[in-house]
């Protein structure tokens, strides 16, 4: 169930109303006095704003319980989430002030010629003296956004904000929100390119799947600039990063588990690649159609065939419910509801469950857990989020530091195992296999990792002076 928070400004009249019923109301309704505020003070009068905790299904509840009241008159409803973004979530703010005629001339004309004719001599100054050595544009064309489908660039805005807002907070990287409206591939990938060079590395959000291979593929090959599909590999390497402790936990090695990953999507693929390339050597895709094999034809989705050449990925057909049993790990990105509590009854003792569909996951947690050694959700409301909140600030403040042409496979590997390592064997447990995202070690090792892996496999332009 979705909670909210709405702020209700009451105009009490003393003498026919106390707050006692007010708060009696609410609670009755159903909702959760969370703080209350004193706007206007009075004798006989009095102006309050309270916040309230309700569940979706109960605000109008709520409102309807407070109207049916003699002596309250309700002025006004705030939602706090649409508060929060009045006027949009983030800004553009100068470095420096211009105070006087010389500051002006020093930051634009005619003092900037000499820094623009210095960046045209040699191109790669443009990432000491523009804001390209600290900035990453955040692409959608509000296809694929989280929960909500295809609901374009306007309504996909938000989320971008959100997305840029995080950036700043943890990484200290300068975002940006870049709304397209087009869905068309090559479209896309021309108006990605022309806008590049101001941008330090392209994170691209919410493009559905198959046309968001090919797009980030063609920018991999066409610039010079990390490019990163946050839905495919930010969600991979925190899920290689859960399973590395979860593995821990259950006494498991990566090369010897049996894993199931369902739901071969964006997100799907990109697991599966990670999953082989941290030594997986029984993987079993499966998606609507059922089981991937090995030796199958699937000319309709490049991907899948790329799976089904890997000797990892079994040969044996079947659905999601015949190739579960016997299974060490369930890996879900697919939609909620598939499973029940007998389906993971079946897998092997100390079974791993990544339930990811959100907001409802593939099993319900409760119907999991006495089953399961290790459970994990997408969800903030039980333990182990896997979240990819814990990726990307932290690979893209490495991959600007070291000015990194690409993200490749071993920086990304690199950065789970960095997350992995932020929960200390001490701390290690079946509730706590991920470490929370306001952890402030997470993006210093990630970055880290990151810049090492870049170093290590040639695709860094500089190296940072801590790494000297």
Not at 228 to 254: C, E, P
Not at 428 to 440: A, R, T, V
Request: aromatic share 4%; hydrophobic share 45%.
């Amino acid at each position: 169930m979705a909670y909210n928070s709405i702020i209700l400004r009451l105009e009490l009249t003393l003498n026919q109303v106390s707050f006692g019923d007010v708060a009696s109301a609410i609670s009755k309704a159903g909702g959760d006095i969370t703080s209350i505020d004193i706007i206007r003070p009075g004798q006989e009068v009095t102006v309050r704003d309270v916040t309230v905790q309700v569940a979706d299904t109960a605000e109008t509840a709520v409102v309807e319980a407070i109207k049916s009241l003699e002596g309250i008159r309700l002025v006004n409803v705030s939602d706090r989430t649409f508060l929060a973004h009045l006027g949009g979530k983030i800004s553009v703010q100068p470095t420096l002030p211009i105070k006087n005629r010389d500051d002006l001339s020093i930051v634009y004309t005619p003092g900037v010629a000499r820094v623009c004719t210095a960046i045209h001599e040699d191109p790669q100054k443009a990432y000491s003296l523009t804001i390209k050595r600290n900035t990453v544009a955040v692409v959608t064309d509000g296809t694929a956004v989280l929960g909500l489908g295809d609901i374009g660039p306007h309504a996909a805005a938000p989320v971008m904000e959100g997305k840029a807002m995080l950036f700043k907070q943890l990484a200290g990287v300068d975002a940006f929100p870049i709304c397209l409206d087009t869905q068309d591939t090559e479209e896309i990938i021309r108006t990605i390119k022309a806008i590049s060079p101001i941008f330090g590395g392209i994170n691209l959000e919410d493009i559905s799947s198959p046309r968001c291979f090919e797009i980030e593929t063609r920018l991999n090959e066409e610039l010079d600039i990390p490019i990163f599909h946050d839905d495919q590999h930010g969600t991979a390497i925190v899920v290689i990063a859960g399973l590395l402790n979860a593995l821990k936990v259950v006494g498991k090695r990566m090369d010897q588990v049996r894993v199931v990953v369902n739901g071969i999507g964006a997100a799907g693929v990109s697991i599966c690649k990670m999953l082989l390339a941290a030594g997986v050597k029984r993987l079993v895709p499966v998606d609507r159609e059922g089981a991937i094999i090995r030796g199958g034809e699937y000319a309709h989705h490049p991907m899948w065939a790329w799976l089904a050449e890997q000797p990892q990925v079994e040969a044996n057909p079947g659905s999601l419910r015949d190739i579960i049993r016997g299974a060490d790990v369930f890996i879900g990105v697919s939609r909620g509801g598939l499973l029940n509590g007998s389906d993971v009854q079946k897998m092997a003792p100390n079974s791993i469950v990544f339930a990811m569909a959100n907001p409802v996951p593939e099993i319900d947690p409760k119907e999991a857990l006495p089953h399961v050694r290790v459970f994990a959700t997408g969800r903030s409301d039980y333990p182990n989020q896997i979240n990819n909140v814990l990726v990307f600030p932290g690979i893209f403040r490495g991959a600007l530091d070291c000015r990194a042409r690409e993200i490749n496979e071993p920086m990304k590997l690199a950065a789970a195992r960095a997350i992995a390592s932020v929960v200390s064997e001490n701390e290690l447990n079946d509730q706590y296999i991920i470490p929370s995202i306001f952890n402030e070690q997470v993006v210093t090792k990630v970055r880290n990792a990151v810049v090492e892996a870049a170093i290590l496999t040639g695709v860094s332009r500089r190296i940072p002076p801590d790494f000297r």
